[in-house]
Nanobody, 126 residues
Framework: QLQLVESGGGLVQPGGSLRLSCAVP????????IGWFRQAPGKEREGVSC????????DYVDSVKGRFTISRDNAKNTVYLQMNNLKPEDTAIYYC???????????????????WGKGTLVTVSS
């Protein structure tokens, strides 16, 4: 079992920013695709963004393009999701996920991954 630990969620006003972090076991980022997913109350889970292990290629859902940025720090064994210009519709539990498969980031963002964290709540409200 792969342990993924999210942090950085909280309450923020519309237009504000948050940075989520996902701590992963050592060397995970060398071999696993990492993604951020979210689930709002009453809605299905949605893939937000993914980053590959090989070349750092990324993929985003259209609703966050230009506002969210996924990145990784292999030395710190951490993946980040920088979220800017947050909107009320971004309110959700955000989950970090990982998969040891290939690097088709679009595929994994759409269909999910093998290992999941417990999530961190992001609330965007005035």
């Amino acid at each position: 079992q792969l342990q993924l630990v999210e942090s950085g969620g909280g309450l923020v006003q519309p237009g504000g920013s948050l940075r989520l972090s996902c701590a992963v076991p050592r060397f995970t980022l060398d071999y696993y695709v990492i993604g951020w997913f979210r689930q709002a109350p009453g809605k299905e889970r949605e893939g937000v963004s993914c980053i590959s292990s090989s070349d750092g290629s990324t993929d985003y859902v259209d609703s966050v393009k230009g506002r969210f940025t996924i990145s990784r720090d292999n030395a710190k064994n951490t993946v980040y999701l920088q979220m800017n210009n947050l909107k009320p519709e971004d309110t959700a539990i955000y989950y970090c996920a990982a998969d040891p498969g290939g690097n088709n980031v679009s595929y994994y963002r759409r269909f999910g991954m093998a290992f999941w964290g417990k999530g961190t709540l992001v609330t965007v409200s005035s």
